[in-house]
């Protein structure tokens, strides 16, 4: 039954669909509103009554195809938000709101994998069941992808989605979820135990000997290998962190711990005090351990810096990735020992260093504030497979604690001559990993 209005416009489907005819015309057409736009067609008919009936199949076919994904009223692709996104992302970075390296992962997610499936569908198509068809694709094609990875696609898709929000392309984000049939396994962060890591700096050595021997030009590379390591291992500062440091950020302290050197002298170390670390969490302030002062001078020295408190360049030129895996893989330090074993990369450097500082009775607030982090994360994430290596008052006998022996690790890791001018022999205890407490 219609609902008649006036002769040559009225609704049909309880106000639903509107029925007109133009004045230039004698064919009837038919019109709904969704999503803020007006659909409409050329019914085909001159007559009223057939004209309804038509009206009534095309409504719902348009509905269903609506419902299915298969119909769009939005001109706008997924490939062309995408680009508006990442522009406006980058432009983000640049005025330090987000890092460098989150944009990257962005930026290769979409390009990888997310742009060939989703990219000319209109994006107001883009919803959960797009999201499953797209998980079905990439599992034909990789049957092993690891969660991590879908995680990754999804933070792409997501500020796509948020973007086209913002742009008014759709009415609301939608929210995808996933369902796994297996809880989440937290693992443990990969680091290098003390002996691991003292064969880790000694294979850079090598590698730096080598290298003069073989092909001199990559000498100054390994060398900046070198103090990255201990940079990483010495201040627990994230991969993107360290190469956002600028020499203007560095202040060097020395008013350190006094400690006394092989040859009986009484020395202070010095440590460094890092300030505008821009990284995932925002713009943050570190207090490195002791190694990274001596890496620190010889950066200082090999990049020819007179005033590093006026100089904003970044002190890492590159980031030695490839050279770094081969290292690993020459010295098997690529997997760690456990069971499963874990693969190994720059983020062991950081990991290295809150496990040192944990082992060494450093407070679990002052390291996750010293690393940006939650104390929750250190917890989860580091301390609880230390297990009984950091529990002190396990063995504590009626309020006090067994005491036992304990002999210093000396290592000297700087009195190695095949190194470059600058890296100095000097005769101090662990001089990249200080353990003193």
Same mark, same amino acid.
């Given at each position: 039954?219609?609902?008649?209005?006036?002769?040559?416009?009225?609704?049909?489907?309880?106000?639903?669909?509107?029925?007109?005819?133009?004045?230039?015309?004698?064919?009837?057409?038919?019109?709904?509103?969704?999503?803020?736009?007006?659909?409409?067609?050329?019914?085909?008919?001159?007559?009223?009554?057939?004209?309804?009936?038509?009206?009534?199949?095309?409504?719902?076919?348009?509905?269903?195809?609506?419902?299915?994904?298969?119909?769009?009223?939005?001109?706008?692709?997924?490939?062309?938000?995408?680009?508006?996104?990442?522009?406006?992302?980058?432009?983000?970075?640049?005025?330090?709101?987000?890092?460098?390296?989150?944009?990257?992962?962005?930026?290769?997610?979409?390009?990888?994998?997310?742009?060939?499936?989703?990219?000319?569908?209109?994006?107001?198509?883009?919803?959960?069941?797009?999201?499953?068809?797209?998980?079905?694709?990439?599992?034909?094609?990789?049957?092993?992808?690891?969660?991590?990875?879908?995680?990754?696609?999804?933070?792409?898709?997501?500020?796509?989605?948020?973007?086209?929000?913002?742009?008014?392309?759709?009415?609301?984000?939608?929210?995808?979820?996933?369902?796994?049939?297996?809880?989440?396994?937290?693992?443990?962060?990969?680091?290098?135990?003390?002996?691991?890591?003292?064969?880790?700096?000694?294979?850079?050595?090598?590698?730096?000997?080598?290298?003069?021997?073989?092909?001199?030009?990559?000498?100054?590379?390994?060398?900046?290998?070198?103090? !990255? =390591?201990? +940079?990483?291992?010495?201040? #627990?500062?994230? %991969?993107? $962190?360290?190469? @956002?440091?600028?020499?203007?950020?560095?202040?060097?302290?020395?008013?350190?711990?006094?400690?006394?050197?092989?040859?009986?002298?009484?020395?202070?170390?010095?440590?460094?005090?890092?300030?505008?670390?821009?990284?995932?969490?925002?713009?943050?302030?570190?207090?490195?351990?002791?190694?990274?002062?001596?890496?620190?001078?010889?950066?200082?020295?090999?990049?020819?810096?007179?005033?590093?408190?006026?100089?904003?360049?970044?002190?890492?030129?590159?980031?030695?990735?490839?050279?770094?895996?081969?290292?690993?893989?020459?010295?098997?330090?690529?997997?760690?020992?456990?069971?499963?074993?874990?693969?190994?990369?720059?983020?062991?450097?950081?990991?290295? !260093? =809150?496990? +040192?500082?944990?082992?060494? #009775?450093?407070? %679990?607030? $002052?390291?996750? @504030?010293?690393?940006?982090?939650?104390?929750?994360?250190?917890?989860?994430?580091?301390?609880?497979?230390?297990?009984?290596?950091?529990?002190?008052?396990?063995?504590?006998?009626?309020?006090?604690?067994?005491?036992?022996?304990?002999?210093?690790?000396?290592?000297?890791?700087?009195?190695?001559?095949?190194?470059?001018?600058?890296?100095?022999?000097?005769?101090?205890?662990?001089?990249?990993?200080?353990?003193?407490?």
């Amino acid at each position: 039954m219609s609902s008649q209005q006036s002769p040559d416009k009225y609704t049909i489907l309880s106000g639903r669909v509107h029925i007109f005819r133009r004045p230039t015309s004698s064919y009837w057409w038919a019109g709904f509103h969704h999503k803020g736009k007006y659909v409409r067609t050329s019914i085909g008919e001159v007559d009223a009554k057939p004209a309804e009936r038509a009206a009534e199949l095309w409504y719902f076919k348009k509905q269903a195809e609506i419902a299915s994904g298969v119909f769009s009223v939005t001109k706008k692709t997924f490939s062309e938000i995408a680009s508006v996104a990442l522009v406006d992302f980058h432009a983000r970075v640049q005025r330090g709101e987000r890092s460098a390296n989150t944009y990257r992962g962005i930026k290769n997610a979409l390009n990888g994998k997310v742009k060939p499936f989703f990219g000319n569908l209109p994006i107001d198509q883009i919803n959960v069941q797009a999201w499953f068809r797209f998980k079905e694709h990439i599992y034909q094609t990789n049957p092993k992808i690891k969660r991590g990875t879908f995680h990754q696609y999804k933070n792409a898709l997501r500020l796509v989605l948020n973007k086209a929000y913002a742009l008014g392309y759709l009415q609301s984000v939608p929210e995808i979820k996933d369902e796994y049939n297996e809880k989440r396994i937290d693992a443990p962060r990969p680091w290098f135990t003390k002996s691991e890591y003292k064969k880790l700096l000694s294979g850079v050595r090598r590698h730096i000997r080598e290298l003069k021997d073989r092909q001199p030009r990559w000498v100054p590379a390994a060398e900046e290998l070198y103090d !990255y =390591i201990i +940079f990483g291992t010495n201040t #627990g500062c994230r %991969v993107s $962190e360290l190469s @956002n440091i600028r020499f203007c950020d560095i202040e060097l302290k020395k008013d350190g711990p006094f400690y006394i050197d092989k040859e009986g002298k009484k020395k202070r170390l010095h440590y460094l005090i890092i300030r505008n670390i821009k990284g995932k969490r925002g713009t943050g302030v570190c207090r490195s351990f002791f190694g990274a002062a001596d890496a620190w001078e010889r950066i200082l020295i090999r990049r020819g810096v007179k005033d590093p408190k006026s100089d904003t360049s970044k002190i890492f030129i590159e980031h030695h990735r490839d050279m770094f895996n081969v290292i690993l893989k020459k010295n098997n330090l690529k997997y760690t020992n456990t069971q499963p074993p874990v693969k190994r990369d720059f983020v062991s450097l950081r990991a290295t !260093y =809150i496990s +040192f500082r944990l082992l060494n #009775g450093a407070s %679990v607030y $002052e390291v996750a @504030n010293n690393c940006r982090t939650s104390v929750a994360m250190i917890e989860n994430s580091y301390a609880k497979y230390l297990g009984g290596e950091v529990l002190v008052g396990v063995n504590k006998i009626d309020g006090k604690t067994e005491s036992w022996s304990q002999t210093a690790l000396e290592e000297e890791v700087m009195g190695d001559a095949t190194l470059s001018g600058q890296m100095q022999a000097k005769k101090l205890p662990s001089a990249e990993l200080r353990l003193i407490k």
